[in-house]
C-alpha cells in the first residue's frame, strides 16, 4: 500500500511509541496492517508499564476498578 495511505492510518490512529511501531513495519498488506495494530494494542494494554498509571498495566487498573465495582453493586 502506498505510503500516503499508511501515514493517514497512522497519524488518524497513532502517536508516539505507537507512531513507530506501525510506522516503521513493512506491511504488505491491509490484514498484516491490522495484525500489527492488534498486536501493539494487546502489547500496550497488558505488558506495557505506565508512569501515569504508577507503573501498573492499563489492564490491571481497569480490571481492579471493574472488580471493585462489582463488590459495591452486590
Do not use: C, W
Not at 497513532?14 to 501493539?40: A, F, P
Not at 505506565?50 to 452486590?74: C, D, F, I, R, W
Request: charged share 30%.
Amino acid at each position: 500500500y502506498s505510503a500516503d495511505f499508511k501515514a493517514k492510518v497512522v497519524l488518524e490512529l497513532l502517536s508516539g511509541d505507537e507512531y513507530e511501531n506501525i510506522y516503521i513495519q513493512e506491511y504488505q498488506t491491509i490484514r498484516e496492517l491490522k495484525e500489527g495494530v492488534n498486536e501493539y494494542i494487546e502489547f500496550y494494554n497488558h505488558k506495557r508499564f505506565h508512569q501515569s498509571l504508577g507503573y501498573k498495566k492499563p489492564m490491571e487498573v481497569y480490571n481492579k476498578g471493574h472488580q471493585e465495582l462489582t463488590k459495591m453493586a452486590a
